[in-house]
């Protein structure tokens, strides 16, 4: 779990145990703040609406898509909506089609989202079936929306890029070899993610 102060703390304590960097990075920067997002539906629209924009540009469209299609937005208007009332709202078609993709699954009670299969590997399994949807966005929906604490986006550039680092590796690691270095990990390879980003950021600043 990284959804609360002491979740995080506990995976994060439990890590800095197992590995000798994790427990650097916490003398260092400290236990980072617990992230959180929303179960369901319009946590998966933000992520298609964000998808290849900035953070202004998707908070605008957002603001466009509400303001349309109601807050939140409405997935039965949404998947019968034209192209033109989608572009009216600030949607691509491309955009407008992961949007019907995602609306379509969950109506037709393909994607139960407050039912989503106890596997991790199942349930991503579910979410990338909606159009616009990978791996990644399926992880980081797992681990903020539901708290699944032992998601691990390991194709995240950050993560690959800071654990690398962090463990004093020649180069960036292939995702797969990240993966594979981090079963030792198990079951907070969650919170081995969220150190990364804590430590990358840090630096950044």
């Keep these: 779990?990284?959804?609360?102060?002491?979740?995080?703390?506990?995976?994060?304590?439990?890590?800095?145990?197992?590995?000798?960097?994790?427990?650097?990075?916490?003398?260092?920067?400290?236990?980072p703040e617990p992230r959180s997002s929303d179960r369901g539906a319009q946590t998966l629209l933000r992520t298609i609406v964000g998808q290849q924009v900035s953070v202004a540009a998707a908070r605008s469209m957002w603001a466009k898509l509400e303001a349309t299609f109601g807050s939140p937005p409405d997935l039965s208007m949404l998947l019968n909506a034209t192209d033109e009332e989608m572009r009216a709202a600030g949607m691509s078609r491309?955009?407008?089609g992961y949007i019907r993709s995602l609306a379509g699954l969950v109506l037709?009670?393909?994607?139960?989202?407050?039912?989503?299969?106890?596997?991790?590997?199942?349930?991503?399994?579910?979410?990338?079936?909606i159009k616009g949807i990978g791996r990644w966005s399926a992880e980081i929906y797992l681990l903020f929306a539901e708290g699944r604490a032992d998601v691990f986006p390991a194709g995240d550039l950050a993560v690959?890029?800071?654990?690398?680092?962090?463990?004093?590796?020649?180069?960036?690691?292939s995702e797969k070899q990240l993966r594979e270095l981090a079963e030792p990990w198990r079951p907070y390879r969650g919170a081995a993610a969220v150190l990364a980003w804590h430590s990358y950021n840090s630096a950044v600043l």
């Design 160 to 173: 690959l890029v800071e654990i690398g680092r962090l463990l004093g590796l020649p180069e960036k690691p």
């Design 94 to 96: 491309q955009k407008a």
């Design 108 to 129: 037709a009670g393909e994607l139960e989202l407050g039912k989503l299969p106890e596997d991790d590997e199942e349930a991503i399994a579910l979410l990338t079936k």
């Design 1 to 31: 779990m990284v959804r609360t102060t002491q979740s995080i703390r506990a995976a994060v304590e439990a890590l800095a145990e197992r590995e000798a960097a994790f427990a650097r990075v916490v003398a260092k920067h400290g236990v």
